[in-house]
């Protein structure tokens, strides 16, 4: 069974830094895709960056130079590293997976090129 936990959402300041953790479990497969996805009261859910299991990764504009994701996996565990946070920056953080196989390009920061999903963590970001 298939499970995301994430991890370590809270409220900064604007300029700020924040890590977020997504524990995964249920999957052992060479090849899998995954990926933070984020939404605002109001708004559709946008991807915010992907990883894949050869440490491919791809980055929303908006984001880009500001968070980082990486993988522990000795700890099974996604990390996405948000650096000078802007209120715009604010909503719940997802994880999400496609555990069979790398997502394609066009599908990598879409909602409908993955699998399973986390619950969420809050992120707030004040002026």
């Known amino acids: 069974q298939v499970q995301l936990v994430e991890s370590g959402g809270g409220s900064v300041q604007a300029g700020g830094r924040l890590r977020l953790s997504c524990v995964a479990s249920g999957y052992t497969g060479s090849r899998y895709s995954e990926a933070w996805f984020r939404q605002a009261p109001g708004k559709e859910r946008e991807g915010v960056g992907y990883r894949d299991s050869d440490g491919m990764t791809h980055y929303a504009d908006s984001v880009k130079g500001r968070f980082t994701i990486s993988r522990d996996n000795a700890k099974n565990t996604l990390y996405l590293l948000m650096d000078s946070l802007k209120p715009e920056d604010s909503g719940m953080y997802y994880c999400?997976?496609?555990?069979?196989?790398?997502?394609?390009?066009?599908?990598?920061?879409?909602?409908?090129?993955?699998?399973?999903w986390g619950q969420g963590t809050q992120v707030t970001v004040s002026s």
């Open positions: 999400a997976t496609k555990t069979s196989d790398w997502v394609a390009w066009s599908l990598r920061l879409r909602v409908e090129g993955y699998d399973y």
